[in-house]
């Protein structure tokens, strides 16, 4: 099935890559056009509805090469859905209440066809029981999920870019345990993503909007169900977790800070991690490599916890290849110290410093503390431009 996955991953690239141009000059004529906001990074009023074009990518591949399934076809018609709803979004600015009951209702198709999980393992519990806590369960993950990629929607090619780098492992992941399935949903979802990337890098000429990000945040998830939690395997559970840290990440810490002062969580911000290096002075293309290289140390350590034989059978570690292990998962959480502590925290505090300095020669030095800690803390900066 590999070379199925192969050809739709090829199908699901093309169609993308060739129609995200059309749906940008249809979403120009209809007036679906994000314009420049003070917490955005783009300089220009540019397109939305890309998720259009990311859709029929994924259709084409799907239809001709996806393995027939109730579950799968359930996924495809709630990708459909999840679209549509992101489209009205995308024109009319739905309320959030709405935008979230368009959400229930697409994941409800593919849990009621079976998309769920039931039983999990958790490491030193072994085999966890859901039962009928199983579909609600699902739902609250997958809603989970499509809302983390919608948040890291935020910079030219972040979220397009970082879905199918997770996207790709996961096919890879999904092929090892034998869930072929999954594995050419997956090889698909990456195709349309990185034929939507070609047009959406910076300087972005479209756009994927809600339309996109709700559909490649329904597909991951539903992947990672179909795909690895069905099977109990142990990277079932931590996998998923590990190539997804990033935006988790990034939405767990932009959540805290709304909910610490009180903010609603379902209004946007500019304190999510692209905000925060670009206020330190990085480009959007380096802001993006550096987002990219981060969740692939992460995808590449999840991969790694599957293919590197660090224990036999019998739990019995092997010190070579655990000490291989132990040195890919030191990377990975040295790169997320590294992009989390030293950029984020103390570099951002000394541009800060910096700069209130240079506004005001003659403040204090407990002041500019106290000034840069409020900012930090907060979240509440100037424009960006």
């Given at each position: 099935?590999?070379?199925?996955?192969?050809?739709?991953?090829?199908?699901?690239?093309?169609?993308?890559?060739?129609?995200?141009?059309?749906?940008?000059r249809?979403?120009?004529?209809?007036?679906?056009?994000?314009?420049?906001?003070?917490?955005?990074?783009?300089?220009?009023?540019?397109?939305?509805?890309?998720?259009?074009?990311?859709?029929?990518?994924a259709?084409?591949?799907?239809?001709?090469?996806?393995?027939?399934?109730?579950?799968?076809?359930?996924?495809?018609?709630?990708?459909?859905?999840?679209?549509?709803?992101?489209?009205v979004?995308?024109?009319?600015?739905?309320?959030?209440g709405?935008?979230?009951?368009?959400?229930?209702?697409?994941?409800?198709?593919?849990?009621?066809?079976?998309?769920?999980?039931?039983?999990?393992?958790?490491?030193?519990?072994?085999?966890?029981?859901?039962?009928?806590?199983?579909?609600?369960?699902t739902?609250?993950?997958?809603?989970?999920?499509?809302?983390v990629?919608?948040?890291?929607?935020?910079?030219?090619?972040?979220?397009?870019?970082?879905?199918?780098?997770?996207?790709?492992?996961?096919?890879?992941?999904?092929?090892?345990?034998?869930?072929?399935?999954?594995?050419?949903l997956?090889?698909?979802?990456?195709?349309?993503?990185?034929?939507?990337?070609?047009?959406?890098?910076?300087?972005?000429s479209?756009?994927?909007?809600?339309?996109?990000?709700?559909l490649l945040?329904?597909?991951?998830?539903?992947?990672?169900?179909?795909?690895s939690?069905?099977?109990?395997?142990?990277i079932?559970?931590?996998?998923?977790?590990?190539?997804l840290a990033v935006?988790f990440?990034?939405?767990?810490?932009?959540?805290?800070?709304r909910?610490?002062?009180r903010?609603?969580?379902?209004?946007?911000?500019?304190?999510?991690?692209?905000?925060?290096?670009?206020r330190?002075?990085?480009?959007?293309?380096?802001?993006?490599?550096?987002?990219?290289?981060?969740?692939?140390?992460?995808?590449?350590?999840?991969v790694?916890?599957?293919?590197?034989?660090?224990?036999d059978?019998?739990?019995?570690?092997?010190?070579?290849?655990?000490?291989?292990?132990?040195?890919?998962?030191?990377?990975?959480?040295?790169?997320?110290?590294y992009?989390?502590?030293?950029?984020?925290?103390?570099k951002?505090?000394?541009?800060?410093?910096?700069?209130?300095?240079?506004?005001?020669?003659?403040?204090?030095?407990?002041?500019?503390?106290?000034r840069?800690?409020?900012?930090?803390?907060?979240?509440?900066?100037?424009?960006?431009?």
């Amino acid at each position: 099935m590999e070379d199925v996955a192969a050809f739709a991953f090829l199908t699901a690239f093309a169609v993308a890559t060739l129609l995200t141009p059309l749906v940008a000059r249809l979403a120009r004529r209809v007036g679906a056009v994000d314009p420049v906001r003070d917490r955005g990074l783009a300089s220009q009023a540019t397109p939305l509805l890309g998720g259009i074009a990311i859709l029929a990518g994924a259709l084409a591949a799907a239809l001709v090469f996806l393995p027939e399934s109730p579950e799968l076809r359930a996924v495809l018609l709630a990708a459909v859905l999840i679209t549509a709803v992101g489209v009205v979004d995308d024109l009319r600015d739905l309320h959030p209440g709405l935008k979230l009951l368009g959400q229930v209702l697409a994941v409800a198709i593919p849990v009621a066809a079976g998309v769920r999980v039931e039983t999990f393992t958790l490491p030193f519990l072994g085999r966890v029981e859901l039962g009928d806590l199983g579909a609600p369960v699902t739902a609250l993950g997958l809603i989970a999920i499509v809302n983390v990629v919608n948040f890291s929607d935020g910079v030219d090619g972040l979220a397009a870019g970082v879905c199918a780098i997770s996207a790709a492992a996961f096919a890879i992941i999904a092929f090892d345990l034998g869930e072929s399935g999954a594995g050419v949903l997956a090889a698909l979802t990456c195709g349309a993503a990185l034929g939507f990337l070609v047009h959406n890098f910076h300087p972005a000429s479209v756009f994927m909007g809600d339309a996109g990000s709700n559909l490649l945040g329904l597909l991951l998830g539903c992947i990672i169900v179909e795909g690895s939690l069905k099977t109990n395997a142990l990277i079932a559970l931590i996998g998923p977790l590990v190539v997804l840290a990033v935006p988790f990440l990034d939405t767990g810490f932009v959540l805290a800070k709304r909910l610490k002062y009180r903010r609603p969580v379902y209004i946007g911000d500019a304190n999510h991690f692209h905000h925060r290096f670009a206020r330190i002075g990085f480009s959007q293309r380096r802001t993006v490599a550096y987002l990219y290289a981060w969740t692939l140390a992460m995808a590449a350590a999840a991969v790694a916890l599957r293919f590197v034989p660090y224990s036999d059978d019998h739990g019995n570690f092997h010190l070579g290849w655990s000490l291989v292990m132990g040195a890919l998962l030191l990377a990975a959480l040295g790169a997320s110290v590294y992009l989390v502590y030293v950029l984020e925290i103390l570099k951002l505090r000394r541009f800060r410093e910096r700069e209130a300095r240079r506004r005001d020669p003659a403040v204090t030095p407990q002041a500019i503390e106290e000034r840069v800690t409020r900012d930090l803390e907060t979240g509440e900066f100037p424009a960006l431009r």
